[in-house]
């Protein structure tokens, strides 16, 4: 079982649709979690952290569940800008450092 | 503006060649690391480095070699022993190893053999 899971896609919604991508993880020590935006042959950029109460960023929203060693992402009013891969990306504790497991990433694309 | 840069954004590399990435940062992170992307996977851990002078393996660290002479380089070294280099190399940096410190990435390098 891969340590981060996610849907690769792709997923092709109009402008304006509501979109939700789901990640598990299969480390229940993972201690940070992230949502990191990859446009085609361009590096990672830190979208948004991800807080166990969840947390919003204009029409971005990621939830933890801990319990269900899950995370998501929901982008609401999609935007054709939004079209790139998204990946989940967990820190699991590695020794006395940690290092970042990043899943493979779930592609959207927006149309006109 | 601070950032990481990574040099050259193509490279190209022979059958039996040590090639070398560049990665500088100037964001006076502690933490560097490589990755490489191969196409429809996610990123894996190549080296990762705390501090200057000391390094560690990541998951796929055979047939790379790195140092960290100084807190700003953290250069990458593709050894002919690496025998399906093709991918795409990034570089990151973290203000530290511990807590919620998120990767800043550099632009990546695109290696391909000749």
């Known amino acids: 079982r891969k340590e981060v899971e996610q849907d690769p896609g792709p997923f092709n919604v109009p402008e304006g649709a509501t979109v939700a991508f789901n990640c598990t993880y299969s480390?229940?020590?993972?201690?940070?979690f992230f949502w990191y935006r990859q446009d085609c042959r361009k590096e990672p950029k830190l979208l948004m952290s991800v807080y166990s109460s969840g947390n919003e960023d204009g029409r971005f929203t990621a939830q933890l569940n801990r319990a269900s060693q899950y995370i998501s992402l929901l982008i609401r009013d999609s935007k054709l800008s939004d079209s790139a891969t998204y990946l989940c990306?967990?820190?699991?504790?590695?020794?006395?450092?940690?290092?970042?497991?990043f899943g493979q990433g779930t592609t959207l694309q927006v149309k006109p | 503006d601070g950032g990481i840069t990574q040099s050259p954004k193509y490279l190209f590399r022979k059958e039996g060649q040590n090639v070398t990435l560049s990665c500088e940062q100037n964001l006076n992170h502690d933490a560097m690391y490589w990755y490489r992307q191969d196409p429809g996977q996610g990123l894996r851990l190549i080296y990762y480095?705390?501090?200057?002078?000391?390094?560690q393996k990541g998951d796929i660290a055979e047939g790379y070699s790195v140092s960290r002479e100084k807190k700003e380089s953290f250069p990458l070294t593709v050894t002919s022993a690496q025998k399906n280099p093709t991918a795409f190399y990034l570089c990151?940096?973290?203000?530290?190893?511990?807590?919620?410190?998120?990767?800043?990435f550099g632009d990546g390098t695109r290696l391909s053999i000749l």
């Open positions: 480095s705390q501090i200057v002078n000391d390094f």
């Open positions: 990151a940096s973290s203000r530290g190893l511990y807590g919620n410190q998120p990767q800043h």
């Open positions: 480390n229940s020590a993972s201690q940070s």
């Open positions: 990306v967990v820190r699991i504790p590695t020794g006395n450092t940690g290092k970042l497991i």
